[in-house]
């Protein structure tokens, strides 16, 4: 299976969580897109899409919004897989902004979401940015709190139900 794994990241963490969903794609062909650098990707010749996105005062980027509203006829024609990147610790608003940062469609057609959790990286902040965290956190340190058995389970439920997929398609050969 041919698989596309497009994000945007601002600080890194994203990105960083991209290469590790690809680390685990066993068995596929991977490429990995950072919209940044590639804003029109030819991801069309892929069989799967996976989209990941961070999460900032409760918003995904406007860059994913816009990318997602720009191909959705083509991703809702893909096997897709959706994750995002943020620091909000109860699980409910966890769960809310998931479900918020793509199109509704798009979220229920997805063979796997997860909110994978984040980093506060405060070398790569602003003045403004570190103030706020601060504040809002009540941390003046860098932090990861990256999910990896949220990042496991994205991945085997995405290849679980694609095995399963393929099953029935030869079934009906």
Do not use: W
Not at 138 to 154: N, P, R, Y
Not at 160 to 167: D, L, T
């Amino acid at each position: 299976m041919k698989i596309a794994i497009i994000y945007i990241s601002k600080y890194g963490t994203t990105a960083k969580v991209a290469q590790m969903i690809a680390g685990r794609l066993i068995s596929n062909q991977v490429s990995i897109i950072d919209l940044k650098k590639d804003r029109h990707p030819d991801f069309h010749s892929y069989d799967g899409i996976i989209l990941g996105t961070s999460i900032y005062a409760g918003n995904s980027s406007k860059m994913m919004q816009r990318f997602c509203k720009q191909n959705f006829e083509t991703l809702m024609q893909k096997r897709l897989a959706l994750f995002v990147c943020g620091m909000e610790q109860d699980s409910a608003k966890q769960q809310q902004e998931l479900a918020n940062a793509y199109p509704q469609m798009l979220y229920q057609h997805a063979a796997s979401t997860c909110f994978v959790g984040g980093e506060f990286q405060f070398e790569k902040m602003n003045f403004f940015e570190r103030a706020i965290i601060k504040r809002i956190a009540k941390t003046d340190k860098s932090v990861s709190q990256i999910k990896e058995d949220g990042i496991e389970k994205l991945v085997m439920e995405y290849q679980k139900n694609n095995r399963s997929e393929k099953g029935i398609k030869s079934k009906i050969k």
